[in-house]
């Protein structure tokens, strides 16, 4: 970002611990096709090591029940909100 200003009053978030299997989550990304972000509650399901597909790097999956209207690709997941 050219202007530093663009950076004042924002606060980075935190990251937590692993969440535990059947905790509460917030899912937050963009819907498949979608110009906006949206936000859904889930359920953490299961928690493993995956091969992903375009850097063939196995990396900590971590996979969310949630009511899906449509598809979510790169969702970042939060347990809580610290300030």
Known sequence: MADETFWEDLCPLEFGEIPALEEDVVCVGFPTGGDNIS?????????????????????????????????????????????
């Open 39 to 83: 936000v859904t509650r889930g359920v953490v399901s299961r928690v493993e090591i995956q091969r992903y597909a375009h850097s063939a790097v196995e990396l900590l999956a971590i996979q969310v029940r949630i009511q899906l209207r449509t598809l979510y690709r790169l969702s970042q997941v939060f347990q809580a909100f610290k300030r």
